[in-house]
């Protein structure tokens, strides 16, 4: 089983910056995917940045050049460096591990970016 933990929401002023992370534990695959989703009120989740264990990265076209996805293998850790936030950028951020075919969720983080 595998565990994961978010930490680093909270509220920022538009053009702000937060950085969230996300810890796993438990029976980790070493060859595994991790993602950043979101979720917005009366929105589906949608993907915001992904990257493989080897450092490839792909992102949403919305957060392109504001978002940076980065993990430490060591640690287990992803983490998710958002700069110039926008409101539309306010949503639950939950972070994915895919490893063996199979997902594990976080149980999400509330970012809130203010006008």
């Known amino acids: 089983q595998v565990q994961l933990v978010e930490s680093g929401g909270g509220l920022v002023q538009a053009g702000g910056s937060l950085r969230l992370s996300c810890a796993a534990s438990?029976?980790?695959?070493?060859?595994?995917?991790r993602a950043w989703y979101r979720q917005a009120p009366g929105k589906q989740r949608e993907l915001v940045a992904a990257?493989?264990?080897?450092?490839?990265?792909n992102y949403a076209d919305s957060v392109k050049g504001r978002f940076t996805i980065s993990r430490d293998n060591a640690k287990n850790t992803v983490y998710l460096q958002m700069n110039s936030l926008e409101p539309e950028d306010t949503a639950v951020y939950y972070c994915r591990l895919s490893a063996n075919w199979v997902d594990y969720w976080g149980q999400g983080t509330q970012v809130t970016v203010s006008s």
């Open positions: 438990g029976s980790i695959f070493s060859i595994n995917t």
């Open positions: 990257i493989t264990r080897g450092g490839s990265t």
